[in-house]
C-alpha cells in the first residue's frame, strides 16, 4: 500500500458525460501528478500540482481539467466524453516536485474509466 | 529521437535466472533515476531510486547508473515467478524549471519468469 488513495475504483459513463476523479496524496507529500495509461499503452503524464499551485502540464486535453485543494487532495475532470478516453487514470504524489530530492512518486491503485 | 529508449521485450527467463533490464537516455541533464514495477492493471510501485552514478542495492535488486554512456540498468537476482511484470525506468533533471519539471518515462519492458 503506497499511501496514496483512489476513488472510484471503477468507473462506467456514457459517451458525451463528465465525471470526476478524486485522489489523496501521502500524508505528507505536497506534489501530485495525473496520469492517462489506456489498454496496453505506457503512462501518459497529464499534469502536475505542488502545494495548490499548478506546476507543469503533460499532453492534457482541453477537456480534461484539475486542481489541487487546501487540504492538498486532488480531483481530475474529464468533461465531454469520449470512448478513447476509456482508461486507467493514476494519481501519484511525492514530497517535493520533479527535478528536486525527495521527488520520488507514489502510486495509486488507479481508476478503471469505462466509456460506453 | 525519443528521450527515454526502453525495450519493450517481452522478456522470458527461467525462474532463479539473473535478469538484466536497461535504459538509454538522450539528456546528459538527468540526475534523478527511477525504477518501477507494474503488475498488470496495478498502480506502478517503485523499486529503486538512485541520484547521479553509481548502484545501488536492495535485496535481490540493483541498480546501476553509467551517466557518461547514458545507460541504466537492473538487474534482478534469483528471479522469481512473482517477479513477473512490467518494469519501467523514469528520470529527470536537477533543474526545477518549466518541462524539467516532468518525469520522463520509458514505456516498459514486459517480464515473464517461468517456473
Redesign the interface.
Known amino acids: 500500500d503506497s499511501g496514496v488513495t483512489q476513488t472510484p475504483k471503477h468507473l462506467i459513463t456514457a459517451t458525451g458525460q463528465r465525471v470526476t476523479l478524486r485522489c489523496s496524496p501521502r500524508s505528507g507529500d505536497l506534489s501530485v501528478y495525473w496520469y492517462q495509461q489506456s489498454l496496453d499503452q505506457g503512462l501518459q503524464f497529464l499534469i502536475q500540482y505542488y502545494n495548490g499551485e499548478e506546476r507543469a502540464k503533460g499532453n492534457i486535453l482541453e477537456r480534461f481539467s484539475a486542481q489541487q485543494f487546501p487540504d492538498l487532495h486532488s480531483e481530475l475532470n474529464l468533461s465531454s466524453l469520449e470512448l478513447g478516453d476509456s482508461a486507467l487514470y493514476f494519481c501519484a504524489s511525492s514530497v517535493a516536485e520533479t527535478g528536486t530530492g525527495r521527488s520520488e512518486q507514489y502510486f495509486g491503485p488507479g481508476t478503471r474509466l469505462t466509456v460506453t | 529521437q525519443k528521450e527515454v529508449e526502453q525495450d519493450p521485450g517481452p522478456l522470458s527467463v527461467p525462474e532463479g535466472a539473473i535478469v538484466s533490464l536497461n535504459c538509454t537516455y538522450s539528456n546528459s541533464a538527468f540526475q534523478?533515476f527511477?525504477w518501477?514495477r507494474q503488475y498488470s492493471?496495478?498502480?506502478?510501485?517503485?523499486l529503486m531510486?538512485t541520484?547521479s552514478s553509481g548502484n545501488k542495492e536492495d535485496g535481490r535488486f540493483t541498480a546501476q547508473v553509467d551517466k557518461s554512456s547514458k545507460y541504466i540498468s537492473l538487474f534482478i537476482r534469483d528471479s522469481q515467478p512473482s517477479d513477473s511484470a512490467t518494469y519501467?525506468c523514469?528520470m529527470?533533471?536537477?533543474?526545477?524549471?518549466?518541462?524539467?519539471?516532468?518525469?520522463i518515462?520509458?514505456?516498459?519492458t514486459s517480464l515473464a519468469v517461468n517456473p
Open positions: 534523478y527511477m518501477y492493471r496495478k498502480g506502478p510501485e517503485l531510486y541520484y519501467l523514469a529527470s533533471s536537477l533543474y526545477n524549471a518549466g518541462n524539467n519539471r516532468k518525469l518515462w520509458g514505456l516498459g
